[in-house]
């Protein structure tokens, strides 16, 4: 087996799996180690819809990371013959003077995004589903919707393998050193060299950056599927992905109904308390 790489990377999550592939198809070798499945359900891209939009509330200079980024959702589709992004438009909610709605729309006019910008009743007519304060407006993104994660990390982990990566799951590192002449990483199951090390651990990257001062803090946080009693409201051909404010800078989000999913998926943006990723409890709590 091939002991020394170009790239070793940590982690075959969303972020590990693009990074395999993208170096891969640059003929770079590169050697992916994942320590559950590839992909699996207990970081943070399983949940079967992630939303993507290019208005970002955060800041104007996101967008044209996001611009690239739809094309290589769409290049990614093509090479894999995979349905994996959906634009079925965002719906961003909040008063007028919030962080949402405020910084949405900056983005939106900066960059020249199709969009529009709606008052209490427009919403209420388009979108009957939302029942709202009358302060609140929105700005509907028509190039906003969502993205499967799970079958995001698959078809980046097919294209790496088509171009040559080299990809180990259930192989947990417990090790890593650098020195001039390159990275040595250390798993159960061997000791692997690399000129460079690309960590992408996600919630365990803490431990493996702890050497380097880097604080880093997991938090839980928790998604949920309900069952309305009109479901077909909830179609994605006639219900958006969406965003409430409801304190400044956080607030609750959720999806449309997807084929094949248990319900109507909502979340809240905002960190909850502090865990353990590997003692964290996964299932529901009364609190």
């Not at 499945?37 to 970002?56: T, V």
């Not at 199709?114 to 609140?136: G, K, N, T, V, Y």
């Not at 431990?207 to 928790?222: A, D, K, M, W, Y």
């Given at each position: 087996?091939?002991?020394?790489?170009?790239?070793?990377?940590?982690?075959?999550?969303?972020?590990?799996?693009?990074?395999?592939?993208?170096?891969?198809?640059?003929?770079?070798?590169?050697?992916?180690?994942?320590?559950?499945?590839?992909?699996?359900?207990?970081?943070?891209?399983?949940?079967?819809?992630?939303?993507?939009?290019?208005?970002?509330?955060?800041?104007?200079?996101?967008?044209?990371?996001?611009?690239?980024?739809?094309?290589?959702?769409?290049?990614?589709?093509?090479?894999?013959?995979?349905?994996?992004?959906?634009?079925?438009?965002?719906?961003?909610?909040?008063?007028?003077?919030?962080?949402?709605?405020?910084?949405?729309?900056?983005?939106?006019?900066?960059?020249?995004?199709?969009?529009?910008?709606?008052?209490?009743?427009?919403?209420?007519?388009?979108?009957?589903?939302?029942?709202?304060?009358?302060?609140?407006?929105?700005?509907?993104?028509?190039?906003?919707?969502?993205?499967?994660?799970?079958?995001?990390?698959?078809?980046?982990?097919?294209?790496?393998?088509?171009h040559g990566a080299e990809l180990h799951g259930h192989e947990a590192v417990h090790d890593w050193t650098s020195n001039a002449s390159g990275v040595t990483v250390t798993t159960h199951?061997?000791?692997?060299?690399?000129?460079?090390?690309?960590?992408?651990?996600?919630?365990?990257?803490?431990?493996?950056?702890?050497?380097?001062?880097?604080?880093?803090?997991?938090?839980?946080?928790?998604?949920?599927?309900?069952?309305?009693?009109?479901?077909?409201?909830?179609?994605?051909?006639?219900?958006?992905?969406?965003?409430?404010?409801?304190?400044?800078?956080?607030?609750?989000?959720?999806?449309?109904?997807?084929?094949?999913?248990?319900?109507?998926?909502?979340?809240?943006?905002?960190?909850?308390?502090?865990?353990?990723?590997?003692?964290?409890?996964?299932?529901?709590?009364?609190?």
């Amino acid at each position: 087996m091939k002991k020394h790489y170009d790239v070793i990377v940590i982690g075959v999550g969303s972020m590990g799996a693009a990074t395999c592939s993208h170096l891969a198809r640059r003929k770079i070798s590169v050697l992916g180690l994942e320590q559950f499945d590839i992909p699996h359900n207990r970081g943070a891209h399983h949940g079967l819809s992630r939303m993507i939009r290019q208005s970002y509330y955060e800041h104007a200079d996101y967008v044209p990371l996001l611009k690239r980024s739809y094309e290589l959702w769409h290049e990614l589709e093509d090479e894999t013959d995979c349905k994996i992004l959906t634009l079925n438009g965002g719906l961003y909610i909040g008063p007028a003077d919030g962080e949402i709605v405020k910084g949405s729309l900056q983005s939106a006019r900066e960059h020249h995004l199709p969009h529009q910008h709606m008052d209490r009743s427009a919403i209420a007519e388009r979108f009957p589903q939302f029942s709202l304060p009358d302060h609140f407006e929105a700005l509907f993104e028509e190039n906003a919707g969502f993205v499967v994660p799970e079958l995001a990390v698959g078809s980046h982990v097919e294209l790496a393998l088509r171009h040559g990566a080299e990809l180990h799951g259930h192989e947990a590192v417990h090790d890593w050193t650098s020195n001039a002449s390159g990275v040595t990483v250390t798993t159960h199951q061997g000791t692997y060299q690399a000129d460079r090390l690309v960590i992408t651990a996600g919630a365990w990257s803490a431990r493996l950056l702890e050497s380097l001062g880097i604080p880093l803090s997991v938090t839980r946080q928790v998604l949920a599927w309900t069952t309305p009693r009109q479901a077909e409201a909830f179609a994605p051909e006639r219900f958006p992905c969406w965003f409430i404010e409801t304190e400044p800078g956080f607030g609750h989000y959720g999806f449309p109904i997807l084929p094949g999913q248990p319900g109507f998926k909502s979340a809240l943006h905002k960190p909850s308390r502090i865990v353990d990723p590997d003692t964290v409890e996964r299932d529901p709590l009364p609190e």
